[in-house]
């Protein structure tokens, strides 16, 4: 066993027993219970990767005056390969307890444990020196005092002690926090709501803050028709450790966010309603590295962000209709004075400002045609206008695209329904620099994809799918007797998913998927295509289910996948040549047992074994198992 585990296996084990006696304590007591409480123990293979879980969450209301709560999540995992095991621990411990003093006054205590270890992070960048290590421990209490002297405010401040260690580095804080709410007081015939949330954590060499406040207006004239205005500040600081040329620093994240949104609703008509929605974002994101009194400039972005929309809907007993337009604009830039790009770094730069705008025009609409028949259409044309600053890569584009889809369905009888949908979707892509134009492209998807769903009774159900899928991709400036870029993606899929109940205990279930594809290039001008490389796939899964009267629960069955891949080549003479490239076949057992005697107590087990078969390779074997013990309180 690695040596951390044995460090945690004991905390483990012990917040379970306290839970389970704790639970068992308080039910004898005879007091109600009405939160999600649960125990679990759980181990899982997938491949290589194995891990190790383990959660808790239990929590007690005891006289309506004291609140307890204790939730625990580890998670261990180890990735085994052919140059070692890794491993990588994460544990989140919370601990609180909420007593009653007085019909307006609350205190509580809590305590907070986090600690990450991960191995494969402890790793440096050699052209910037950066450390990527995250291992990690913080260690906090609190106490806090809710105050409530009337029924819509709310006023709770808090001290707080950290211990925290990063990078070898031991540091203690204490900290102090605000949070206030006042909900829905009345304003010249409006609801308001405000909220404030102060928290400020000073360490020797480091100060962590949050700060939240935001302030909402809602206002409603009548049935449907209202106005909500919402405007928000944040900003967060955060400093840790980092490490580069092995000279430990500290480095100070500052993040801002302020903007307003609203939010506008009109009834037009009985059946009509009108919505409108502005919002308005300023952001900034700035990271120092503060080493020896020297302030060293990292990143220092400045953004913006609108988004606007407008969106009408209609609706009556046959037929709805929605029409929508939005746009957004966007921007970021760098204010630094060396845009040196650092994309290796933890926080890594880029060396130069973006802008984008996007505008979209959409609409949605169905209608009953009769009893058995129902249209729906769907429709979308956008654009999305990129540029930067960026010299290395102008690559300033534009992007428009169309969608469209037609769906129909169909109810023969009680027993029998069909649905079949059609789509197309076509994108241009087009470059704005001349120097790189020759990668403007059209791309153009159809897919029709019909359905039947067979259901005579409660026993049996059947569902059969076709799709079948084509894509084209075709640019620009390309010469094709030179060389042809363009190609031609066909996919032709069939998904098969049936059950039939033998009794109301068992039933057995059917799962079959079918794919036939081909790749290649296309010729636009002759509508012709050679192809590169072709591939069939088959699955198939067959499972019994059946539920015993004990709490007992089994099913079992087999998992089967083939998959042969051709590839074509064209000869001299104009024939083609198609030679296997690869096969591969995938077939095991599958099972899975649950048993949940009563409410307390749940044991479920699955896993599968897949018998591997590649192309020119040696049989391997594939293990797949989870195991979970539950307890519920």
Do not use: C
């Not at 929590?59 to 052919?82: A, G, M, P, Y």
């Not at 409108?276 to 302030?295: C, G, H, M, P, Q």
């Not at 079959?512 to 069939?536: C, I, M, P, V």
């Amino acid at each position: 066993m690695n040596y951390k585990k044995t460090g945690f296996v004991f905390p483990l084990l012990f917040f379970s027993m306290v839970g389970i006696v704790f639970s068992q304590g308080q039910q004898a007591l005879g007091y109600g219970s009405y939160y999600p409480r649960f125990s679990k123990i759980g181990f899982s293979r997938n491949l290589n990767v194995f891990e190790w879980n383990y959660r808790l969450n239990y929590q007690k209301q005891i006289d309506n005056k004291l609140h307890f709560q204790v939730r625990e999540d580890f998670r261990s995992t180890l990735q085994s390969v052919f140059s070692g095991d890794n491993w990588k621990d994460d544990q989140n411990l919370d601990i609180g307890l909420r007593f009653s003093i007085s019909p307006q006054i609350q205190a509580s205590t809590s305590f907070n444990s986090k600690i990450l270890i991960d191995p494969l992070d402890n790793t440096s960048s050699l052209s910037t020196g950066e450390s990527f290590d995250n291992d990690f421990t913080s260690t906090a209490g609190k106490v806090d005092f809710i105050y409530k002297p009337i029924s819509n405010l709310t006023i709770s401040p808090s001290v707080t002690t950290k211990w925290q260690t990063q990078l070898e580095q031991k540091d203690h804080g204490y900290g102090f926090g605000l949070d206030a709410n006042i909900d829905r007081f009345d304003l010249d015939k409006s609801k308001n709501d405000f909220s404030f949330s102060g928290q400020l954590v000073s360490f020797p060499q480091r100060k962590n803050h949050d700060l939240h406040i935001k302030y909402r207006i809602e206002r409603q004239f009548y049935e449907s028709t209202a106005d909500t205005l919402n405007i928000v500040v944040d900003r967060l600081r955060r400093d840790s450790f980092g490490l580069e040329d092995n000279e430990v620093f500290v480095r100070n994240l500052v993040q801002t966010n302020r903007g307003f949104e609203n939010r506008l609703s009109y009834r037009i008509a009985e059946d009509a309603t009108l919505f409108i929605n502005n919002a308005l974002y300023a952001t900034s994101f700035r990271i120092n590295n503060l080493k020896n009194d020297e302030n060293k400039l990292k990143k220092d972005d400045t953004g913006f962000e609108s988004n606007n929309s407008f969106r009408f809907n209609y609706a009556n007993k046959n037929w709805f209709t929605t029409v929508g337009w939005e746009s957004r604009l966007k921007n970021r830039e760098d204010n630094r004075e060396d845009k040196t790009p650092d994309p290796f770094g933890l926080n890594p730069t880029v060396g130069f400002g973006t802008e984008s705008a996007l505008v979209k025009l959409s609409g949605i609409a169905g209608v009953k045609i009769s009893n058995k028949d129902s249209l729906g259409a769907a429709a979308s044309v956008s654009k999305f206008q990129y540029e930067t600053t960026n010299e290395t890569n102008p690559n300033d584009h534009d992007q428009q695209k169309w969608q469209f889809t037609l769906a129909h369905s169909h109810q023969f009888s009680r027993d029998l329904k069909l649905v079949w949908r059609a789509s197309a979707f076509l994108n241009h892509f087009v470059f704005i620099s001349g120097n790189i134009s020759s990668g403007n492209n059209w791309e153009r998807n159809f897919q029709l994809a019909p359905q039947v769903i067979y259901e005579p009774n409660s026993k049996f159900y059947f569902q059969q799918k076709f799709t079948v899928r084509a894509k084209y991709q075709t640019f620009d400036f390309d010469q094709q007797e030179i060389s042809n870029r363009n190609s031609v993606s066909r996919q032709f899929l069939v998904n098969n998913h049936s059950f039939y109940r033998l009794s109301h205990q068992n039933r057995i279930e059917l799962a079959f998927n079918y794919e036939l594809a081909e790749q290649g290039k296309f010729f636009f001008d002759l509508w012709r295509q050679t192809l590169a490389l072709s591939w069939h796939s088959i699955e198939t899964q067959l499972l019994y289910k059946h539920r015993f009267n004990n709490g007992l629960y089994f099913s079992t069955g087999a998992h089967v996948f083939q998959q042969t891949r051709w590839q074509h080549k064209q000869k001299t003479s104009g024939e083609s040549e198609k030679n296997v490239q690869s096969k591969h076949t995938n077939y095991g057992p599958i099972v899975e047992i649950s048993y949940k005697p009563d409410n307390t107590m749940e044991v479920v087990l699955s896993g599968n074994v897949q018998i591997s078969e590649p192309f020119q390779r040696k049989r391997e074997y594939i293990q797949n198992y989870d195991i979970n013990l539950n307890w519920f309180f």
